[in-house]
């Protein structure tokens, strides 16, 4: 088997897909077996006589390459991860946020309820109240005895009072 076959098998498995692939050759110095080479896998093809500096230069850069990728998958890993929970945290939100405005507009009704439950409140008990009032007022008109007009001064001065706090209400 030679190096060229070898190095398609590793280039064609999932698991060593990502290894780099370095030719080192005295036998195979034409420039179609250094096409062939690339073809094959290899991210570079050396001839010896080599220089060990280059080489160990190489092997430090895809080293180097190697672990920024590692790194690169691992921060991927992370991001994901936080996305998912930024994902959790934006449901649980919406949940919360439905919650309120469901709160918010059963508020709405019970104000609204309220409302006309006062209204309705005020009304009933203004109708009796302006008839003590005028009522008091033409007794006061008739009376004759000084006992009848004190009393009637009562009555209208607590109706109107009572009034007053139905107007505020």
Known sequence: MTGFEVAEILHGAMQTHNIPIIFLTAAYKRNQDTTRGYSSGAV?????????????????????????????????????????QLEREIDQRKKLESELLK??????????????????????????????????????????????RESMTIIKDSGNALLTLINDI
């Open 103 to 148: 709160s918010r507009d059963a508020a709405n009704a019970a104000n609204r309820a309220k409302s006309t439950f006062l209204a309705s409140m005020s009304h009933e008990i203004r109708t009796p109240m302006n008839a003590i009032i005028g009522m008091a007022d033409l007794w006061d008109e008739k009376a004759t005895a000084a006992e009848q």
């Open 44 to 84: 570079d093809y050396l001839l010896k006589p080599l220089d060990e500096h280059v080489l160990l230069s190489k092997v430090r850069i895809f080293l180097d390459l190697f672990e920024k990728s590692q790194e690169l998958e691992m921060m991927t890993r992370r991001l994901q991860e936080r996305n998912g």
